[in-house]
């Protein structure tokens, strides 16, 4: 069973920063391009963040250059470093590993901005 194991949720003020993880194993994060997902109470699930397996990324437009997605391929672990965060970003996080043949998803961490 694939897992991804998320973490780094977590409650922080308005203009704070958190850093989520998401791991998985070798062979799924090697194939795979990572994404961040969010939803919020009422919302659909959105795109935050994607990288692809050899580097190049892409962000949704609310993300502003507050947030930044890389991945570390010796510990097969994706990361989302969320700075100047603000209460809309209030949301259940999701890591995703996306392929040709599977879409795995992780439990959600929930990320709280408040003050």
């Known amino acids: 069973q694939v897992q991804l194991v998320e973490s780094g949720g977590g409650s922080v003020q308005p203009g704070g920063s958190l850093r989520l993880s998401c791991a998985t194993s070798a062979s799924v994060f090697s194939i795979s391009a990572m994404a961040w997902y969010r939803q919020a109470p009422g919302k659909q699930r959105e795109l935050v963040a994607l990288i692809t397996p050899y580097g190049p990324t892409r962000y949704a437009d609310f993300v502003r250059g507050r947030f930044t997605i890389s991945r570390d391929n010796a510990k097969y672990t994706v990361y989302l470093q969320m700075n100047s965060l603000a209460p809309e970003d209030t949301a259940i996080y999701y890591c995703?590993?996306?392929?040709?043949?599977?879409?795995?998803w992780g439990q959600g961490t929930q990320v709280t901005v408040s003050s």
């Open positions: 995703n590993a996306h392929s040709v043949n599977f879409d795995y």
